[in-house]
């Protein structure tokens, strides 16, 4: 089993000094407000299943004023006006005040969805800041083009800013995905409604501090916490929201669809689910595919849309790599996350917990083989063991359906075209890596499998240049590199005559 650290010594009691928590309300047009209602909601430190704030909780009447702010920021104030150049210089300094408070809004990330506290520090909020300076610095160099016409006219196109776009985006990297959506939208010139997801708020008000502190004018982002099924759907359903962009399961992403389409046609974006393979082939040096392969799977303890939960292994060398993996699995430590010995920290809530549980019984049921894990580790929190199953069939629950939790499934595959074949076997098409010495094997699995992102001989490799996004039930459009900007625009023809022109 793996090893547990119940953060009970010295060293680990000093991580758990966390800050207050200074931000609880909904930011709406520059100021934190309660909501109309004046509900609220808990916020529970999955660490212990204990209560650690309660949460202004925003329905439709919230969105709608919200959406006011937009739109007045929009249709009147200075933002979409302003040059490329200077969006993208208070953007910049948007950047500089996160990296002031790195470890401020690691720990609330830590404490509110159980990131690893190194992690968030190293990162997830350095990134936040990378990510909004790549889009400060594409901020000016937004351009359309000149069309050389037929007949006696001249024609160019604009990219002009979409409007008043709302994010919904989810639990498992809060601060990630704020930044994912929010910063391409920023160097845009749009003005946004952000909704974090219930289980994790506490960092994106904390962003929405630090962006008017930077000079973002006020109205340009507004975030409101609640639930999907009232501020989310709120926000797809708006008649002057002009574009939500959506990170989550492909059962929310249907209704928003749905939704965009019976109110005003809004486009949509959507990065959705995974169930995403990982071909491991028999030339593969074995060390380096496990640590591939264990990474791929827990890391931020399953909880990513494109874990490598279906491990495909050539039967040249199923028998060494299974053997290492589950001894690298029995030796990772579960605990608490502000521990710098801890590799794995607690799910996010205990509906989570529970589901990811159902599923081991599931594997068990239908005939898996548990390899190891598989159980709950301590007594408080939301903590599951890195669990392996083995003699995994492709129509089993455990290899077709997203888990969301740290649980692989693996399997065992003769030739390329077999595993090309199995590793398509899904609805999802969000993600898939490859491990080979051999060039053209990279080359021939890398352009058959159906999927928005390949890695070869590594594993969940992001960087800000580089678009993301889904094939198939895992969506359409692309966060990150210079595509992102393009769902974030709409383009203008303009055509004029030119009379007597010397040439055509």
Known sequence: MAKYCNGSSDQSESFDRIPPIQFTKLFI?????????G????????????????????????????????????DHGPWPRLSGFERGRIMMKFADLIEENIEEIAALDTINVGKLYAHGKVLDVPGA??????FAGAADKIHGTVLKLSKGLQGYTLREPIGVVGHIIPWNFPTVMFFMKVAPALA???????????????????????????????????????????AGAAISAHMDIDKVSFTGSTEVGRKI??????????????????KSPLLIFDDADINEAVNIAFGGMFFNKGEICVASSRVYVQEGIYEKFVNKLVEKAKSSVVGDPFDPQVHQGPQVDKKQFEKILSYVEHGKREGATLLTGGKRVGQKGYYIEPTIFADVKDDMIIAKEEIFGPVMSLMKFKTMEEAIKRANNTTYGLAAGIITKDLNVANTVSRSIRAGIIWINCYIAFDVD?????????????????????????????????????WH
Request: net charge negative; with cysteine.
């Open 29 to 37: 047009n520059g100021k934190f407000v309660d909501s109309i209602s």
């Open 39 to 74: 509900k609220t909601f808990e916020a529970v430190d999955p660490r212990t299943g204990e209560v650690i704030t309660r949460i202004a909780e925003g329905d439709a009447e919230d969105i709608d004023l919200a959406v006011e702010a937009a739109r007045h920021a929009f």
């Open 129 to 134: 800041a990378r990510t909004l300076r790549y």
């Open 188 to 230: 845009s010139g749009c003005t946004m409604v952000v909704k974090p997801a219930e289980q994790s708020p506490l960092s994106a008000l904390y962003y929405a501090h630090l962006a008017k502190l930077a000079g973002i004018p006020d109205g340009v982002i507004n975030v409101v916490n609640g639930f999907g099924e009232t």
């Open 257 to 274: 669809m749905a939704a965009a389409a019976a109110s005003n046609l809004k486009p949509v974006s959507l990065e959705l689910g995974g």
């Open 466 to 502: 580089c678009p993301y996004g889904g094939y198939k039930m895992s969506g359409f459009g692309r966060d990150y590199g210079l595509e992102a900007l393009n769902q974030y625009h709409q383009i203008k023809s303009v055509v004029t005559p030119i009379h007597d022109s010397p």
